[in-house]
Each structure stands twice: as structure tokens, then as C-alpha cells.
């Protein structure tokens, strides 16, 4: 009998101190946080990038430490993104302009150079840089607005000629890939700061409706009317002549790309 207490009181005390060991290595494995800060895009509508086109990001995300140097860190935010052939003189005939909100649900996988994270009661780095990497799917939906201040979905429109000549119209969700780097650090233990940017790249080519070809102007104003038909020649509003169809209008061999940068706070 006495072997056995021993025994028992041999196995308790090992789990209790497991226990607490676990606790102490667990403590500080998640985090939940805010994001705040800016979206951009580059595409058809802007080759370069316009700082005048940013917008303000939000988002939420919930980080998991796998180890020291690896978390998993899921996240949505809300985002919007705009462009303007006005702001490029070599564009500005064209007259084409673009806004879209974006929200965006995504997985990202991040590496710190140091070890971070995993324990706040350890003695592990206060601040560290990181790069990280994932996957998204986003909903957009690009929009002209009007001097009235209206706005008009372009997608249904159907810019391109896309309802004349029955052609597909492009998804409204789509994938995209994260690549990004960041830098982050402890305030007192049990918070975290962060700044950061990621780039996310796009498979389509329509977050500012822009791709292919014009289509014939007479076509879509019979079809679907003049306001339809200045709409995908924008250039017509100031009182410029229709160009021909099938006359590039977007470069269909360069997809689109918008990225969000800005403060962690978790």
C-alpha cells in the first residue's frame, strides 16, 4: 500500500509540475488585434503609384504561435482602392476612373528572425522583424461616380461590351497571394505593436474594370443606351471622338495588385 501512495504521489506531483510548466509555456501563445491603415492599387488605371489614392484600412485577426519563429494569423479587413486616368498626363484622354471597396478573409504564415511571442514569461527578444506569407479570397466591385455624386456598378455595365457580344463577365471574389514584411514589438509583456505592408497579387485584371479592348461605341449606345456607351469610352463625356473598337484599352498580359500597409495593435 505504501509502495503504491508512493507511486501515486510520484505520478501527481510529476503531472502538477507539467502542468505548470505548460502553463508558463502556453501563457502569451495567442493573440487577438486591431489593424489600421492604408490600401493602394496598381493596374491599368494607375502604372505607377498614386499616394493620392490611398484610403483608409481596418481589420481584425487572431495570431496562433506555433513556436518562437512561426504563427498562423487569420484575418479580415476591410479595405478601398481607387484610380484616375487624370492623375497621369499620358492617360488622361482616356478619362477612365475607378473606386471599389474590398473585403478581404485571409491566412498568413509569419517568420521572425528572433524569438518572439511564444511566452511571455520567458526571456525571449522584445521586438523582432518578420516576413509573411498567405492566401486571401476578397470581394470587390468597382463603381464610376458621377458629378452627381451617384454611383454606377460597372461590372453590370458591362464596360468592355461584355452584354452586347455575350461575353463573361468577371467574378466579383476572387483569390489572391500575400507576400510582406513587418516589424513588431512588446509593451510591457502582454502587448504587442506592429507595422507591416503586404502586397497581395491579384488573378484578375478587372479591380479597375480594365483589361481588354474597347468595344464598338454605336453598339452599346443602341444596345444599351448613350449613358452605357459613355461609360466604356469615358473619353466621349469630354466631348472627344469614340475610338474604334477592338483598340486596346487595358493590357490583358498585366494583372492587378493592391496592397495595405499600416499599425498592428494586439
Given at each position: 500500500m505504501l509502495y503504491f501512495n508512493l507511486r501515486f504521489l510520484t505520478l501527481l506531483s510529476l503531472l502538477l509540475s507539467f502542468d505548470a510548466y505548460a502553463q508558463r509555456y502556453r501563457n502569451g501563445v495567442t493573440e487577438l488585434g486591431l489593424f489600421f491603415g492604408a490600401s493602394n492599387y496598381s493596374g491599368d488605371i494607375a502604372p505607377e503609384i498614386v499616394w493620392a489614392e490611398s484610403h483608409p484600412a481596418i481589420g481584425l485577426m487572431y495570431k496562433y504561435h506555433h513556436s518562437k519563429f512561426f504563427s498562423s494569423r487569420y484575418q479580415f479587413t476591410y479595405a478601398s482602392i481607387s484610380g484616375s486616368?487624370?492623375?497621369?498626363?499620358?492617360?488622361?484622354?482616356?478619362?477612365?476612373?475607378?473606386?471599389?471597396?474590398?473585403?478581404?478573409?485571409?491566412?498568413?504564415?509569419?517568420?521572425n528572425f528572433k524569438p518572439f511571442g511564444i511566452n511571455a514569461n520567458q526571456h525571449e527578444e522584445n521586438k523582432t522583424t518578420f516576413v509573411f506569407a498567405g492566401f486571401n479570397m476578397f470581394m470587390f466591385n468597382p463603381v464610376r461616380r458621377l458629378p452627381s455624386g451617384d454611383k454606377l456598378e460597372l461590372r453590370d455595365i458591362?464596360?468592355?461590351?461584355?452584354?452586347?457580344?455575350?461575353?463573361?463577365?468577371?467574378?466579383?471574389?476572387?483569390?489572391?497571394?500575400?507576400?510582406?514584411?513587418?516589424?513588431?514589438?512588446?509593451?510591457?509583456?502582454?502587448?504587442?505593436?506592429?507595422?507591416?505592408?503586404?502586397?497581395?497579387?491579384?488573378?484578375?485584371?478587372?479591380?479597375?474594370?480594365?483589361?481588354?479592348?474597347?468595344?464598338?461605341?454605336?453598339?452599346?449606345?443602341?444596345?444599351?443606351?448613350?449613358?452605357?456607351?459613355?461609360?466604356?469610352?469615358p473619353q466621349t463625356v469630354n466631348n472627344n471622338p469614340a475610338i474604334d473598337g477592338k483598340t486596346m484599352r487595358g493590357d490583358k498580359h498585366l494583372k492587378d495588385w493592391y496592397f495595405i500597409t499600416g499599425l498592428t495593435i494586439s
Open positions: 486616368d487624370q492623375n497621369f498626363s499620358a492617360n488622361a484622354y482616356r478619362n477612365i476612373s475607378f473606386e471599389s471597396n474590398i473585403y478581404e478573409l485571409g491566412y498568413n504564415l509569419e517568420f458591362g464596360t468592355e461590351g461584355q452584354n452586347v457580344n455575350n461575353k463573361r463577365q468577371y467574378a466579383l471574389i476572387q483569390p489572391s497571394l500575400t507576400l510582406g514584411l513587418g516589424y513588431k514589438f512588446n509593451v510591457k509583456r502582454r502587448t504587442v505593436i506592429g507595422l507591416e505592408i503586404g502586397f497581395r497579387k491579384t488573378f484578375t485584371d478587372y479591380l479597375d474594370d480594365t483589361k481588354d479592348a474597347y468595344p464598338d461605341y454605336n453598339s452599346i449606345k443602341t444596345y444599351q443606351g448613350g449613358s452605357a456607351a459613355d461609360l466604356s469610352q
